[in-house]
Nanobody, 116 residues
Framework: QVQLVESGGGLVQAGGSLRLSCVAS????????MGWYRQAPGKQRELVAS?????STNYAGSVKGRFTISRDSATVYLQMNSLKPEDTAVYLC????????????WGQGTQVTVSS
């Protein structure tokens, strides 16, 4: 079992920055990929960025060049720069453990609101 707790969301003006953090606990030795999803009202949940245990990263096209994902032991970060109103969503941390083909553990989410 892996527990995830996010922090760092809030209200920011367009063009501003926020840094999200997600701390994992429990069976952290089993974690392979860590990632961030987001869900806006009336929209499907989408993968924002992910980072594998070896350091390889993957980004959604809409955030490439603006967001940076990184990890340190059992913590994953999402540095968000040049924020846009369309980035407004609940951001959820997630992990995939070794041997799994999908993300199986989720945090409770943190709200990010970008005002125009």
């Amino acid at each position: 079992q892996v527990q995830l707790v996010e922090s760092g969301g809030g209200l920011v003006q367009a063009g501003g920055s926020l840094r999200l953090s997600c701390v994992a606990s429990g069976s952290i030795f089993s974690i392979n990929v860590m990632g961030w999803y987001r869900q806006a009202p009336g929209k499907q949940r989408e993968l924002v960025a992910s980072i594998a245990s070896g350091g390889s990263t993957n980004y959604a096209g809409s955030v490439k060049g603006r967001f940076t994902i990184s990890r340190d032991s059992a913590t994953v970060y999402l540095q968000m720069n040049s924020l846009k109103p369309e980035d407004t969503a609940v951001y959820l941390c997630t992990v995939a453990v070794r041997g799994a083909t999908t993300f199986g553990y989720w945090g409770q989410g943190t709200q990010v609101t970008v005002s125009s």
